[in-house]
């Protein structure tokens, strides 16, 4: 792992790793995947404006999320079912969090339970990604027992009434191994056996539990159901991004899930400062989708994000050495973005603004 020493490297060695079943299904975007590859060349379309001579000897690039300290920026997005990636997946992917002072989001479709997580990590910083699903009980038993456990927030996924269509996995389909289990749910519910055996039907059994009706009101719901603060997360559009403030929530996540629902919608850094113009003051902004380096963190929070995420890169972390390897991508980011301050006389994470950056072909001056 030595060798290894950017996200990059990680994503080729595990590209090597996993076998095609994980690898086709963590790695495949929506469609024509062009807002898969977008999400990440949209930062590149951004440059960094550095300034000089500002004493950068002491840096401190904590900051604060929903009121509580976390070591530095970018946390740990929700991916599914992380034991595909390595035996110990959501336990492991959660202890390098928490060993690294940030924040670990538990996706709804893990292979670990919410009781197995919290084990694993009980002081570590933990949210939990839900669906709401047509099953109104079933959703609030998942609320109750994210409560239980210590989860401090609820990351509720809008962008998804439907999964958007995956080429690979629609061609070569997507099998569950049978040693695992969506572990989430009631035992039996989801048929284990049945899942291992039929390539389709992990996601048949997802798909029957999406509800397609869902409406803001359904935040509402959600908002009366619980104390715990509401990210909303899948939001594009300033205009969501109020409406979500309206219905309760406390944060908006600007997320394409990935570029693995709809293509060709905008790259998360391109939608980001429309959204933090409008909400700018009244809830906080998170963003994930194609953060691949430390100066993609230092981007999304010049353009005002409190703090970023990143997941398939700790997916790549855990095929290639598990908790050690979530992390190392951790560390990498971190010092990336370190470094990335330092560079450009940004001693702390208060100091970042706007001015920060400036978009290619903004302006004919830097
Ligand atoms: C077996 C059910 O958010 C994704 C995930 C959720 C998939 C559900 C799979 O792949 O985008």
């Known amino acids: 792992m030595d060798k290894l020493v950017c996200v990059k490297d990680f994503e080729e060695a595990a590209f090597r790793i996993l076998d095609n079943n994980a690898l086709q299904y963590y790695k495949s975007g929506a469609d024509d995947e062009l807002t898969l590859s977008d999400n990440k060349d949209a930062f590149k379309r951004w440059m960094i404006r550095p300034r000089m001579l500002r004493d950068v000897s002491k840096r401190n690039i904590s900051t604060t999320v929903l009121g ?118 009631p035992k039996g519910s989801e048929n284990s056996e049945a899942l291992g055996k039929d390539r389709h039907s992990a996601f048949a059994f997802h798909d029957a539990l999406l509800d397609q009706a869902l409406t803001w009101e359904d935040v509402h719901w959600l908002r009366k159901l619980t104390k715990l603060p509401i990210i909303v997360k899948g939001i594009l559009l300033p205009e969501d991004a109020e409406t979500a403030i309206q219905y309760g929530a406390t944060g908006v996540m600007v997320s394409n899930h990935g570029a693995r629902q709809l293509d060709t919608v905008a790259a998360t850094i391109d939608a980001l400062p429309g959204i933090v113009e409008r909400v700018a003051g009244r809830c906080e902004v998170y963003l994930d989708g194609g953060v691949s380096t430390g100066n993609d963190v230092y981007k999304a929070l010049a353009l005002g994000a409190k703090m970023v995420f990143a997941g398939r890169a700790l997916l790549w972390g855990l095929a290639v050495g598990g908790e050690q390897g979530a992390r190392k991508i951790l560390q990498i980011y971190r010092d990336e973005f370190d470094l990335t301050m330092a560079l450009t006389g940004t001693p702390n994470v208060d100091s970042l603004t706007r001015d920060c950056v400036r978009k290619y072909g903004m302006t004919s001056h830097l």
Not at 93 to 118: D, Q
């Open 68 to 185: 509580k300290p976390v070591a530095f920026p970018l946390g740990v997005s929700p991916t599914a079912m992380q034991r595909l990636a390595h035996p110990d997946g959501e336990c492991a992917n959660v202890r390098a969090a928490a060993s690294m002072g940030t924040i670990y989001i538990l996706s709804t479709i893990s292979t670990s339970s919410l009781e197995e997580v919290a084990a694993a990590a009980p002081n570590g910083r933990k949210w939990f990604q839900l669906y709401v699903y047509k099953d109104r009980d079933l959703t609030a038993s998942l609320v109750k027992r994210a409560e239980k456990c210590g989860f401090e927030a609820l990351v509720f996924t809008v962008d998804a009434p439907y999964f958007g269509r995956r080429r690979a996995n629609l061609r070569d389909g997507f099998a569950l191994p049978p040693h695992l289990r969506l572990a989430n749910f």
